[in-house]
């Protein structure tokens, strides 16, 4: 039995660590809360053993964290738990719910709690007054149901020193199942992208952590659980570059051995901060390039230039560093010679590997408040559909019977999609995929009912 257990339900995309499930577990463990995590990502349940698991375990708050495009998978889950386990107060955090506290419980009648924003001191704070049976409706920072309402309560204030959250507890879950271990180095983020909300969750002022203590945990997760390969995550890892020297300073006097890559902004790098990382074992960057025209790129309020861009590019090669790049497209402003200065961008400059995504409009962002401020117009509110690779929303200036096929071209061109491919729906990328489960099928079992 446990008092907390936290669930990461299914989601698509590459295998990564639930972290801010690893930092609330971490936080309720210091505070003498037994704490226990599910990640459907790595074995996906079957309902009976999902069940089975709720039962033997008992805990009397149950946590599961979502994205948009999972939330449908996180509310069937509630709803089992609910079924299975009727007195158990049911908590949903992350940045969708956060963004939509009210409409996300009105959906579902199962949920008891919204957590909104950074979670760790709202979670701990809820969990410390379920335990003792103390009243919870004055809590900062939740949305909860009174008298047959949904309320919100105020907001609680941000941490002010990341550094004194205790380390992600990594002992609950078999860390060597992921491909790569992640290490978050900062919270906030000052710029101003229509597309991302992630300033409203951890809010716009950058919080760094303590370059020495982001590199003690690192020598932790090498000597303890023996890993080799790290990713940095953070809103812009080099938008200090006296705190990216200093941090590649603790490695490199530490003796640390592994390779590590992170992602970050083109116009927050410089020839000497590459060289730096690379020599402390960066083997990788990741930028948010986005589009290749500037006109667009002020459009998705990036505040970078083509320069910029070919820059950053040229030095981490330079520096001997594999670059990756995320490229939008249906972005405002788009039409077919921004997709051909886009094209010609990708040919010139060195990257390695780009990802190519939609312009999707999560809540919480501007382009979800305000679309007809940028000429879009959002058609599909199916968030099962929000996994940037779905046309989910029209660029009225360049619609969709123009956007799709010049698109699909250009990923021809690019060889992101097979020259099969015809529109309206593209090969492999705006096709009809198969909704998220929340649990396998007990095909055996059901095989078993019939041979009896």
Known sequence: MVDVLLISPPFRGLLREPVGLYYLAGVLNSQGISTSLMDFNLELPSRTSFVEHLQHAKP?????????????????????????LPEALTVLGGVHASALPKETMAENPSLDIVVIGEGEQTFLDLCSKVLR???????????LRKDGHICVNSARE????????????????????????????????PYNCIFCSINKFYGKRIRLRDPRKVAEECAMIVEKFNRKALYFFGDAFTINPNWTEEFCEEILH?????????E??????????????????????????????EKVLRNLG????????NDAV??????????GAFFIFNSPG?????????FKLIQQVPIDAIEANLLTPYPGTSLWNSPQEYNMKIVDYDFDDYTTKKYVMENVLFPKDKFVPAFEALLRRLNLVSSQAAHPEIFDFLKKSKKLQPWREERNRVKRFFRI
């Open 302 to 309: 990036k505040d970078i230039s083509l320069g910029d861009i």
């Open 264 to 293: 970050t902004r083109v116009d927050n790098v410089s020839p000497v901060i590459l060289r730096k990382m690379k020599a402390a074992g960066c083997s990788e960057v990741h930028y948010g390039i986005d589009y290749g025209d």
């Open 334 to 342: 788009e039409n077919e010679e921004t997709m051909e200065n886009t």
């Open 60 to 84: 009397k708050i149950i946590g599961i964290t979502s994205y948009t495009f999972n939330l449908s998978v996180a509310q069937r889950i509630v709803e089992e738990i609910r079924r299975v």
């Open 133 to 143: 049976k103390e009243e919870i409706d004055d809590i900062k920072g939740i949305a």
């Open 314 to 323: 040229k030095w981490a090669k330079e520096a001997g560093l594999f670059v």
């Open 254 to 262: 530490r003796r640390l051995r592994f390779v590590w890559g992170c």
């Open 158 to 189: 941000l941490i002010e020193d990341l550094d004194e959250l205790p380390f992600p507890d990594r002992s609950l879950l078999p860390l060597e199942k992921y491909p790569v271990t992640s290490v978050q180095t900062s919270r906030g983020c």
